[in-house]
């Protein structure tokens, strides 16, 4: 809940098909595609949208900003239509959601589009994933983009407000009023404290500790994205803003390491030089997308 007014403001701007439960019909002459709802700047929906792509999976993207994804997008009534999976952990309002033309669920969650590709994690590696890496790079990133920094509600604004997504959602968020309480409430779902983002670095260096030595061999390495590779490379994303990252969405490099705010420059070039960040980095210039700059 995002608060009456704040809803109310963004309710107000539905002016898209989609944010009344059904997708836009497609064009005459032109063969419908199933519908991968995303937060462009989620780890989670990349690695979605970088899976379908790689499996040879058509599909059309149907992007919300943070907030908006409750206030207008289908996917809670979508979500209703089926059964979620047994190990499915997420809420009605989950991105990503992959659905078909038809209005079935294809995909309940990333894991379910991830699946689509050849060489899946071992189970101590997708735990890793599920409990650490996802979540714990997510907090991390968010600690600097959700300062109350004129710098970082730039990149904030940046990140989260492609020109890809529809004009009125990208009016609503800039009204600040509505942006300061989406804001807030991601920084005490997600950031919570400084204690709470320093345990999950701890974790982070512990975890890639342990999944360092798996990179050098497949699923890992080889000639084309697996699984395995695609889900630790999106899910790490966050520590090192590969240029590659939601490349095929964005157009651009989401962020650039020099617009960043001091302090998350700094962070994310000493993750940089980690094995798993360089891991990440090459991964993603090999299948994804451009190399970065080198930085000092």
Not at 90 to 107: E, H, K, M, R
Not at 135 to 157: E, I, N, Y
């Amino acid at each position: 809940n995002f608060g009456a007014a704040a809803d109310k403001t963004a309710r107000a701007a539905c002016l898209e098909p989609a944010a009344v439960g059904v997708c836009p019909p497609a064009p005459a002459g032109v063969a419908a595609m199933p519908t991968l709802y995303t937060l462009p700047i989620s780890h989670y929906c990349e690695a979605a949208r970088w899976s379908l792509e790689a499996a040879g999976v058509a599909f059309t993207e149907a992007a919300y900003l943070p907030g908006l994804h409750m206030a207008m997008s289908p996917v809670a009534k979508l979500r209703k239509r089926g059964t979620p999976p047994a190990d499915f952990t997420g809420t009605n309002n989950s991105i990503p959601l992959f659905v078909g033309d038809d209005g079935q669920i294809l995909a309940y969650d990333t894991w379910q589009c991830i699946s689509r590709l050849d060489g899946q994690p071992s189970a101590r590696a997708k735990e890793l994933c599920d409990t650490v890496v996802g979540p714990c790079t997510r907090t991390v990133l968010f600690s600097h983009l959700l300062l109350k920094t004129t710098g970082a509600d730039a990149a904030f604004v940046r990140t989260c407000t492609p020109s890809r997504v529809p004009r009125m959602q990208r009016w609503v968020m800039s009204i600040s009023g509505f942006r300061r309480t989406v804001k807030g409430k991601m920084y005490e779902n997600m950031v919570r404290s400084d204690a709470y983002v320093e345990e999950c670095r701890t974790k982070l260096r512990a975890a890639f500790t342990e999944l360092e030595p798996l990179l050098a061999e497949p699923p890992y390495a080889g000639p084309r994205p697996t699984a395995a590779g695609v889900a630790l490379a999106a899910l790490a994303a966050p520590m090192v803003i590969p240029p590659g990252f939601a490349i095929s969405f964005y157009g651009t490099p989401m962020l650039e390491l020099e617009s960043l705010p001091s302090a998350m420059q700094e962070e994310v070039t000493e993750w940089r030089r980690t094995p798993v960040g360089a891991w990440v980095l090459k991964y993603y210039e090999t299948h994804r997308g451009a190399a970065p700059a080198a930085s000092g």
